[in-house]
C-alpha cells in the first residue's frame, strides 16, 4: 500500500511560481500530477518514470511546469512557473504500478488528497 501526500499548495498572482511536493510511503514507480479545476474533469499535467529519466506534460503546461523525483527522499515535486490563472485548481500526486509514465489517471492506483493551487489575475 502506497500512501502519498501533497503539500505546497497556495494563493499566488499570475506570473508567480510555486513548488508542489508530493511525499510517498512505500515503493513507488511511475509518479504524475494531475488536477481538477471546479466543473471540469480531472486532468494530466506531468508524469515521470520511476528513475526519473523520462518525463511526459500536458501541451497546456509545456515549457512552464517540471517535475522531478528524489527517490532518497521518496518525494515527488510540480515546480510551476509563469502560473496563468487557467491554472487554479486541486492538483494530485499519482502512484503507478509501471516503471514509464503514464498519461491517463486509471492507469495510476495510489492518489494523494490533493493541493489546491490559485492563481489570481
Known amino acids: 500500500q502506497v500512501q502519498l501526500v501533497e503539500s505546497g499548495g497556495g494563493l499566488v498572482q499570475a506570473g508567480g511560481f510555486l513548488r508542489l511536493s508530493c511525499a510517498a510511503s512505500g515503493r513507488t514507480f511511475s509518479m504524475g500530477w494531475f488536477r481538477q479545476a471546479p466543473g471540469k474533469e480531472r486532468e494530466f499535467v506531468a508524469a515521470?518514470?520511476?528513475?526519473?529519466?523520462?518525463?511526459y506534460y500536458a501541451d497546456s503546461v509545456k515549457g512552464r511546469f517540471t517535475i522531478s523525483r528524489d527517490n532518497a527522499k521518496d518525494t515527488l515535486y510540480l515546480h510551476m512557473n509563469s502560473l496563468k490563472p487557467e491554472d487554479t485548481a486541486v492538483y494530485y500526486c499519482?502512484?503507478?504500478?509501471?516503471?514509464?509514465?503514464?498519461?491517463?489517471?486509471?492507469?495510476?492506483?495510489?492518489w494523494g488528497q490533493g493541493t489546491q493551487v490559485t492563481v489570481s489575475s
Open positions: 515521470i518514470s520511476w528513475s526519473g529519466d523520462s518525463t
Open positions: 499519482a502512484a503507478s504500478l509501471a516503471t514509464d509514465p503514464r498519461t491517463r489517471s486509471y492507469e495510476y492506483a495510489y
